[in-house]
T-cell receptor, first 114, second 112 residues
Framework: AQSVTQPDIHITVSEGASLELRCNYSYGATPYLFWYVQSPGQGLQLLLKYFSGDTLVQGIKGFEAEFKRSQSSFNLRKPSVHWSDAAEYFC????????????FGTGTRLQVTL | DVKVTQSSRYLVKRTGEKVFLECVQDMDHENMFWYRQDPGLGLRLIYFSYDVKMKEKGDIPEGYSVSREKKERFSLILESASTNQTSMYLC???????????FGQGTRLTVV
């Protein structure tokens, strides 16, 4: 069965600092990979996705992620964090048959200090 | 823009009640999903529907059922609500097989 691990439950960074959120997955085939963001009390918004092709994926709000097959990782990065980036971030892997049938990690809560 | 609308943001129900959570999408998507979100557990798939009247169990279907009579609407049913079903419920939809899911705002259900 597929699984997703987000090893960091909570991360605090200063505004303007760089950010990297870790995600490791377990999946037999080439995975469909996603990062979603959830602001307090809200639903999930898609930041970016990887289906195939270039392993460095650009998303919205200045985020990017790199797919590394050898490490089974799909880490999310942002060069300079803004206070409005404070939220919970979820990594997810999609099923081979239906990419949008997702298995989620447990999430990483990002706090941004001014 | 895709819109996935959940009928209630907050619900409070009593133990043993039959509860309906409604979700409507306006983009003619084939696939619809119900997830449950709990702190420290992330989101877990309850049920999935890939067409009208078609459904498939997810990872945690026990205590839940679903109904999809029309393509745009997907209902989650708690036959007899229990306190351990207190949670945030998120509906999602997607088009065909290899596209991303779009999520509703969520319904926070409290069972007392």
């Amino acid at each position: 069965a597929q699984s997703v691990t987000q090893p960091d439950i909570h991360i605090t960074v200063s505004e303007g600092a760089s950010l990297e959120l870790r995600c490791n997955y377990s999946y037999g085939a080439t995975p469909y990979l996603f990062w979603y963001v959830q602001s307090p009390g809200q639903g999930l918004q898609l930041l970016l996705k990887y289906f195939s092709g270039d392993t460095l994926v650009q998303g919205i709000k200045g985020f990017e992620a790199e797919f590394k097959r050898s490490q089974s990782s799909f880490n999310l990065r942002k060069p300079s964090v803004h206070w409005s980036d404070a939220a919970e971030y979820f990594c997810a892997v999609g099923d081979t048959g239906t990419a949008s049938k997702l298995t989620f990690g447990t999430g990483t809560r990002l706090q941004v200090t001014l | 823009d895709v819109k996935v609308t959940q009928s209630s943001r907050y619900l409070v129900k009593r133990t043993g009640e039959k509860v309906f959570l409604e979700c409507v999408q306006d983009m003619d998507h084939e696939n619809m999903f119900w997830y449950r979100q709990d702190p420290g557990l992330g989101l877990r798939l309850i049920y999935f529907s890939y067409d009208v009247k078609m459904k498939e169990k997810g990872d945690i279907p026990e205590g839940y059922s679903v109904s999809r009579e029309k393509k745009e609407r997907f209902s989650l049913i708690l036959e007899s609500a229990s306190t351990n079903q207190t949670s945030m419920y998120l509906c999602a939809s997607s088009f065909l097989v290899n596209t991303e899911a779009f999520f509703g705002q969520g319904t926070r259900l409290t069972v007392v």
